[in-house]
């Protein structure tokens, strides 16, 4: 059982280039999420789904594409990057029934 | 507007002493609360959480804490801290509602002196 993974670990983008950000856990969570972590912000939420097939937006969405085709699955892309966007990012999933998120262990991205 | 607030950006104990992490937080409805620890360069780890019941909830690594909703607080507490435990640490506020958002505070990072 590995839980949350995320690949990959480490990432460096030119402005403007586009990348998939991977994430998928083995638990069978329903509930997926993605986080960007920046200095002194805490966790901000990017996207999230309830399920195969439904992505709604979080607080800081602008930039970032999400989709659910599995229950295991949850990409995050990036159509063109910014400088704006460095930060680490943090996928997350959660049982339907129980609030608390396990987390994955993070991609760190920086863009020039 | 929901938030949370950590008003310790930096804590520094010594090792052995007590050690008690501030949490406020303003939300409508009845939250969840829980605290993550975050190692450098790793993902979080979830602490302890309060669903409902007994105010004063066990974690692991010996931490507790207690909900205070008369203050809106969650303060996060160990009695005798280890080096071990020099990590950065997050509150967050979550509800059911919310296809499962949690709102984190801006973490205390904590320093532990030998």
């Known amino acids: 059982n590995a839980g949350v993974t995320q690949t990959p670990k480490f990432q460096v983008l030119k402005t403007g280039q586009s990348m998939t950000l991977q994430c998928a856990q083995d638990m069978n969570h329903e509930y997926m999420s993605w986080y960007r972590q920046d200095p002194g912000m805490g966790l901000r939420l990017i996207h999230y789904s309830v399920g195969a097939g439904i992505t709604d937006q979080g607080e800081v969405p602008n930039g970032y594409n999400v989709s659910r085709s599995t229950t295991e699955d949850f990409p995050l892309r990036l159509l063109s990057a910014a400088p704006s966007q460095t930060s680490v990012y943090f996928c997350a999933s959660r049982q339907v029934d129980r609030p608390e998120q396990y987390f994955g262990p993070g991609t760190r991205l920086t863009v020039t | 507007a929901q938030s949370v607030t950590q008003p310790d950006i930096h804590i520094t104990v010594s090792e052995g002493a007590s050690l008690e992490l501030r949490c406020n937080y303003s939300?409508?409805?009845?939250?969840?609360l829980f605290w993550y620890v975050q190692s450098p360069g790793q993902g979080l780890q979830l602490l302890l959480k309060?669903?409902?019941?007994?105010?004063l909830v066990q974690g692991i690594k010996g931490f507790e804490a207690e909900f205070k909703r008369s203050q809106s607080s969650f303060n996060l507490r160990k009695p005798s801290v280890h080096w071990s435990d020099a990590a950065e640490y997050f509150c967050?506020?979550?509800?059911?509602?919310?296809?499962?958002?949690?709102?984190f505070g801006q973490g205390t990072e904590l320093s532990v002196k030998p």
């Open positions: 939300y409508g409805a009845t939250p969840y």
């Open positions: 309060y669903f409902s019941g007994d105010t």
């Open positions: 967050a506020v979550g509800n059911y509602n919310q296809g499962g958002k949690l709102i």
